[in-house]
Nanobody, 118 residues
Framework: VQLVESGGGMVQPGGSLRLSCAAS????????MSWVRQAPGKGPEWVSR????????YYADSVKGRFSISRDNAKNTLYLQMNSLTSEDTAVYYC????????????WGQGTQVTVSS
């Protein structure tokens, strides 16, 4: 069972990145999935969540209107489109999958670094 994030990197303020999270060893169809980030010297911050069926979606106030979460169950992949990036978005981004609430069968990726800098 594995979640592997990709798509991180360095981008200038105002730029965009699209993160991907590919699942293997299990099918994400029945999993709610989230993105969580952790900036240097700070605790984890929940960013966005999408239900197993693809909707509804939820966003932290800090990213609402700029980020968009989506999923392709056929490709077993979660995405995060990030636009209008600022230095405040610099963090390691992790994807997470779980079933039910409280979360069960929870899986985490290893993270991908996003750095926003001029």
């Amino acid at each position: 069972v594995q979640l592997v994030e990709s798509g991180g990197g360095m981008v200038q303020p105002g730029g965009s990145l699209r993160l991907s999270c590919a699942a293997s060893g299990f099918t994400i169809t029945t999993y709610d999935m989230s993105w969580v980030r952790q900036a240097p010297g700070k605790g984890p911050e929940w960013v966005s969540r999408i239900s197993s069926a693809g909707g509804p979606t939820y966003y932290a106030d800090s990213v609402k209107g700029r980020f968009s979460i989506s999923r392709d169950n056929a490709k077993n992949t979660l995405y995060l489109q990030m636009n209008s990036l600022t230095s405040e978005d610099t963090a390691v981004y992790y994807c997470e999958a779980h079933q039910g609430w409280p979360p069960q069968n929870q899986h985490w990726g290893q993270g991908t670094q996003v750095t926003v800098s001029s």
